[in-house]
């Protein structure tokens, strides 16, 4: 049948191969499973309707050969009654009912292997696919690892060059410029002392020295 192939095709093909393809990895295997799933399902049905067909010739194969037991023991009473005419057409007609049952018999089996044939397919499909849902979870995880290792890579290998750093280095240099020039300032300023900011500058104490000292002298030369 041709959803036995397709789900065989799929089951055997090696999923680890979607990686070196330009399709995501991930929702390509997903969407393996799904379709194994669907393919799955659509074959249960087929071998339903196969063993349906196998219960059914069952039946009839059965019930034939309830008729020719039947008429074989109605043939019997017939004759037994004196009836041979009556007993000659019970015996035609098992005769008919023998070749029914056997016919029935002979579809019967044919059915039963074919059907036999699908649930071991469908066996081994279902194994398959519970095979492929456990690889699954292991395949999404070396994936996304793959994935994270390339963009870690790949982001590496420009470190340093994108515009970020780039930026970086402008806003140090622009910081050290400010810094050279407020250190420039200060010396400009400090050059630029009045006579007034000198004297300020010398605080309380040295005026009380100088203060001291002019006391001095003019003691000496008063004596």
């Given at each position: 049948m041709g959803i036995f192939k397709r789900i065989r095709d799929i089951s055997s093909a090696a999923i680890n191969d979607v990686i070196d393809k330009a399709e995501d990895p991930v929702k390509m295997v997903s969407?393996?499973?799904?379709?194994?799933?669907?393919?799955?399902?659509e074959a249960e049905i087929a071998?339903?309707?196969?063993?349906?067909?196998?219960?059914?010739?069952?039946?009839?194969?059965?019930?034939?050969?309830?008729?020719?037991?039947?008429?074989?023991?109605?043939?019997?009473?017939?004759?037994?009654?004196?009836?041979?005419?009556?007993?000659?057409?019970?015996?035609?007609?098992k005769k008919e009912h023998e070749?029914?049952?056997?016919?029935?018999?002979?579809?019967?089996?044919?059915?039963?292997?074919?059907?036999?044939?699908?649930?071991?397919?469908?066996?081994?499909?279902k194994d398959e696919f519970e095979k492929m849902k456990n690889r699954k979870d292991t395949l999404v995880a070396r994936a996304?690892?793959?994935?994270?290792?390339?963009?870690?890579?790949?982001?590496?290998?420009?470190f340093g060059k994108g515009?970020?750093?780039?930026?970086?280095?402008?806003?140090?240099?622009?910081?050290?410029?400010?810094?050279?020039?407020?250190?420039?300032s200060g010396e400009l300023k400090k050059s630029n002392r009045s006579l007034d900011d000198e004297l300020d500058?010398?605080?309380s104490s040295d005026v009380d020295d100088e203060l001291a000292a002019l006391k001095a002298e003019l003691n000496k030369d008063t004596k």
């Amino acid at each position: 049948m041709g959803i036995f192939k397709r789900i065989r095709d799929i089951s055997s093909a090696a999923i680890n191969d979607v990686i070196d393809k330009a399709e995501d990895p991930v929702k390509m295997v997903s969407q393996y499973i799904r379709d194994m799933e669907d393919d799955i399902a659509e074959a249960e049905i087929a071998v339903a309707k196969q063993i349906a067909v196998e219960k059914k010739l069952k039946h009839q194969a059965e019930e034939a050969q309830e008729m020719v037991d039947k008429r074989m023991e109605q043939a019997k009473k017939a004759l037994a009654s004196g009836n041979e005419d009556l007993a000659r057409r019970a015996l035609e007609d098992k005769k008919e009912h023998e070749q029914k049952a056997e016919d029935f018999r002979t579809q019967y089996e044919n059915a039963k292997s074919n059907a036999d044939n699908l649930r071991a397919q469908l066996k081994e499909m279902k194994d398959e696919f519970e095979k492929m849902k456990n690889r699954k979870d292991t395949l999404v995880a070396r994936a996304e690892t793959a994935k994270a290792q390339k963009k870690i890579n790949q982001t590496m290998s420009g470190f340093g060059k994108g515009s970020g750093v780039k930026g970086f280095d402008r806003m140090n240099d622009k910081v050290m410029q400010m810094e050279a020039e407020a250190e420039a300032s200060g010396e400009l300023k400090k050059s630029n002392r009045s006579l007034d900011d000198e004297l300020d500058a010398l605080g309380s104490s040295d005026v009380d020295d100088e203060l001291a000292a002019l006391k001095a002298e003019l003691n000496k030369d008063t004596k």
